[in-house]
């Protein structure tokens, strides 16, 4: 899907990083028509949220199933050809080759898209460099990038940061999906590679996912109408 044929309402991704599904419900309700895509990860999941991924597919939302698998090959196959069945648009792993090919294996020819996590988003050269890693960040990315594109992955997390380098090795071949999103003046808590929605939009992203600045706020459905309005504007 090209960027222009991205719904803009679609293009705010809000992280449902609460502790329990009637949580995640009322939350959802409160959003009511103001979000289109949730994004479903470690907290909800692990409280059973994963059946909620096919109910807010049947009520017409999408749903970006955020579970950064990273195993031996046969086991992300595996476990990619059962989320194919959840009824998910995104299934995240990590950007490690073997994970990538066993993903895209499991994924087939099944409508769900795989989504290669580059480096995260709460990482700096330094925490890189802590963990190990020769790269600065920019680089691993950009190699991740490379890598993942030649095995067949559908698209990209990646800070806003990465975005504009990211499409000039990718194209418009892959989405880029930009987790590290804050509006301008919100916390920004253990992200460290961030961006306002309007700037992650002009620079290139696809999708903004947004988390605790929405699931947080006194008024979440005013914060999502606010970050659709400045996706709208920076689209032009
Ligand atoms: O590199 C990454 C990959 C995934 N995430 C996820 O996105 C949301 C962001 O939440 P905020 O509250 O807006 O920080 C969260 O679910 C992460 O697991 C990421 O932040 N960075």
Do not use: C, W
């Not at 907290?43 to 059946?51: D, F, I, K, S, T």
């Not at 806003?160 to 194209?171: F, W």
């Not at 903004?208 to 999502?224: N, Q, T, W």
């Amino acid at each position: 899907m090209t960027p222009a044929e991205i719904a803009p309402k679609d293009r705010l991704i809000v992280a449902l990083d609460l502790p329990s599904v009637d949580a995640a419900e009322a939350m959802i309700a409160r959003l009511g028509d103001s979000v289109s895509f949730y994004k479903i990860g470690y907290q909800l999941a692990y409280a059973g949220g994963l059946p909620l991924i096919g109910k807010l597919a049947d009520r017409g939302k999408k749903v970006f199933a955020d579970l950064k698998m990273h195993d031996i090959g046969n086991t992300v196959t595996r476990g990619v050809e059962s989320v194919a069945k959840l009824g998910a648009t995104f299934v995240t792993v990590h950007a490690y080759p073997q994970t990538m090919k066993g993903a895209v294996e499991g994924r087939g020819s099944a409508s769900l898209k795989i989504l290669a996590v580059t480096v995260l988003t709460s990482y700096n050269d330094d925490d890189l460099h802590a963990a190990g890693y020769r790269l600065s960040v920019s680089e691993l990315v950009e190699a991740r990038a490379q890598q993942a594109q030649v095995i067949g992955v559908d698209g990209l997390v990646s800070s806003p940061e990465e975005v504009g380098s990211l499409r000039k090795i990718v194209g418009h071949q892959m989405s880029l999906v930009t987790p590290g999103i804050r509006p301008a003046g919100a916390a920004s808590g253990d992200q460290k590679r961030i961006m306002t929605p309007g700037r992650a939009i002009t620079a290139g992203a696809d999708y903004l996912v947004v988390g605790r600045p929405v699931v947080e706020a006194a008024d979440p459905k005013a914060v999502a109408d606010a970050i659709h309005a400045e996706i709208v504007q920076a689209l032009g």
